[in-house]
């Protein structure tokens, strides 16, 4: 999917093209409607860096009992446990 935002309104915004795509992925990220992983995508950055940015602005991670367990068996499959 392609997003047009028209120029004069890009342009009132101040904004580079990378900072456009940085804050949209935050807001969508904290208003839970991005992953973690699509969100750091959409903004350009692994998910480390991604992670402390959203620290810096007092953002926290979503990580709720579903994600723990994935990470469990994640780490069982991979011999970490």
Known sequence: MTLTIPDDIFQSTGMTE???????????????KLTLGNASRLADMNQLNFQ???ASRNICVHYDVEDFQ????????????
């Open 18 to 32: 990378a900072e456009m795509k940085l804050e949209i992925a935050v807001m969508l990220y904290k208003n839970d």
């Open 52 to 54: 402390q940015l959203l």
């Open 70 to 81: 994935e990470d469990i068996h994640t780490l069982q499959e991979l011999g970490r446990l």
